[in-house]
C-alpha cells in the first residue's frame, strides 16, 4: 500500500485525489491546502490540515499546486529525504528543494472542473532525480489505470509544449471555426462530427498521412476564395495565412 | 424509391455510392464515369457506363467529381429540366448549367480513401434554387442517416471554411504536436488522449469556455518558457505567436 499526501486543491489536486482514493493500493493519507475551506467537504473521508507542520509522514508528498508556488513550497516542507514530486508540465524537476528525493508526476490531460476524469485516458509523465524512487512513482502513476511513460525534463518540457498546440490552440480553432459559421448564421454544431473523425483518425494514421484539403492539394482556387471570405477580419486571415503555409512546407509544396 | 445516378469515382462518389446502397427508400440506377476502370469492380452490383449519352433517366443526378470538372460536366449533360447536384462545399450552385433544376448536397466531413464511412456522422447541406426539389433532396440526403441542414450559398462557403479550420488546420497542429515530441524522442502517442477529450469536450462545452491553458492565463512565465523551446524553427515558433495573440484577444488579455 502507498500512501500519499496531497497537496493544493486546484482542478490537478481535486482530479488526482479522487483518483487515488479509488485506487486499490493507494491511501491518501492527508490532504494539505493552505485555506482549509476549499477542502472541507472531504473532511468526512481524508485527514485535511492548513498546517504545514501537522503534515503526516507518507510515501509520497504530491504538490499538485500553481506553477509559482511548487519552489517555495517544496522548502517550506518540514522535513527531508522524503519522495516529493510535483504535477507540473513545465517546472523543472530541480525546481523542487534538493533536501527531497524529487520527482514529477506530470498528467498530461485537460483538466476541466466538476467533471468526472477517467483516469484510463491520462497519460501520466513520470520523472525522477532519485532513481531508487522511479519503482514507486511508477507504481503509483500505474494504480491510476492509464498509460505511464518514463520521461526526461527535454521530454516533458516539449510534450506540455505540444500539449499546447494540440489542446488550447486546436481549442482556438474550433473557436474560429464558430465565428466563421455563426457569422452567416449557419450552425457550428454541423462541424461536430468532422472535428471528432479529425481526432479519430490519428488512431489510424500519422498526422501527415491523415492530412487533406485545399492547402495540401494547393488547390489555389479555393484557397483564394477563402481569402476573399477572410478579407473582413485580419486576425483569421493571417491564421489562414501561416497554417496553409505550414500545411504546403510540410507536404512539399511551394509557399503561398 | 429515389432513383439517382452517381457521376464520378473519388473518395466522395464512392462513400456515397456505398451509402446508398444500403438506404432503403433509394436505389443507385447508374454509375457513371469518364474511365470504366475505376468503377468496374462495381459492375455486377449496379449498371456502370462511360458514355454520358447513355445515361439514364433517374429524379436525381449527383455530379460527385472534382470542383474544376463540375461545370463542363454539368453543360454536357444531354438532357434538361432534371434535378442535377453537385456535391461541393465550395463551388456554387449556380456554376451549375441553367438547364437543370439545381442544388448541392454538401456532406460535411472527412472521407478517407478505404475506409467504411459511418454516415450517421456525416451532416449534409442542402442547398438548392430549384424550390420543388427540396423535399425530394431532403428526402435523399436524410436516407443516409445522418443530420440535414437547408443552407443558402453563403452559409455553404462559410460551414467549407470552417471546415478547413477545424479539420485542416487542426491536423497541422496535430502534425507540429508530433514534430516537437519527436525532436525530444518524446512520444506522440502520449498526446493522444489529449486530442480526443479536446473534441470531445465540445459536447458539453462552447471552444470560448473550453479553452484553458497558458495563453488564456496569461501566463508569461509559460509563454515565454515555450517561446525559447521553439527558438530554433522559426515556422512553429510564428505559429505559436499568432495563436496565443488570437486566444488572448478571445479572451480578452493583452496581445502578446
Known amino acids: 500500500m502507498i500512501s500519499v499526501v496531497i497537496l493544493g486543491a486546484g482542478n490537478v489536486a481535486s482530479h488526482l485525489y479522487r483518483g487515488f482514493r479509488v485506487a ?86 485537460s483538466f476541466t472542473k466538476g467533471t468526472i476524469l477517467d483516469f484510463s485516458e491520462v497519460p501520466i509523465c513520470i520523472e525522477t532525480i532519485h532513481k531508487k524512487s522511479y519503482a514507486l512513482l511508477k507504481e503509483l502513476a500505474v494504480s491510476l489505470g492509464g498509460p505511464t511513460q518514463r520521461v526526461n525534463s527535454d521530454q516533458r518540457r516539449v510534450l506540455h509544449l505540444a500539449a499546447v498546440f494540440v489542446n488550447n490552440f486546436t481549442n482556438q480553432l474550433y473557436r474560429i471555426g464558430h465565428e466563421i459559421t455563426e457569422s452567416e448564421g449557419a450552425e457550428f454544431d454541423m462541424l461536430k462530427p468532422l472535428i471528432k473523425e479529425t481526432a479519430r483518425k490519428l488512431e489510424d494514421l500519422s498526422p501527415f498521412r491523415a492530412q487533406t484539403g485545399p492547402a495540401k492539394r494547393n488547390d489555389k482556387k479555393t484557397i483564394k476564395k477563402h481569402l476573399k471570405l477572410l478579407e473582413a477580419n485580419t486576425d483569421h486571415k493571417k491564421i489562414y495565412e501561416l497554417l496553409t503555409a505550414s500545411i504546403q512546407k510540410t507536404h512539399g509544396r511551394k509557399k503561398l
Not at 493500493?25 to 491546502?33: A, D, E, H, I, L
Not at 529525504?81 to 504535477?87: A, E, F, G, S
Open 24 to 109: 486499490e493500493n493507494v491511501t491518501v493519507s492527508q490532504w494539505y491546502n493552505r485555506s482549509l475551506d476549499a477542502i472541507l467537504e472531504y473532511s468526512h473521508e481524508v485527514d485535511i490540515t492548513d498546517s504545514l507542520d501537522d503534515l503526516k509522514v507518507a510515501d509520497v508528498y504530491i504538490l499538485a499546486v500553481s506553477d509559482d508556488a511548487i519552489a517555495e513550497l517544496s522548502e517550506r516542507l518540514p522535513f527531508e529525504n522524503r519522495v516529493v514530486v510535483h504535477t507540473s508540465g513545465s517546472v523543472g524537476v530541480y525546481d523542487l528543494d534538493k533536501k527531497h528525493k524529487r520527482g514529477v508526476l506530470y498528467p498530461l490531460q
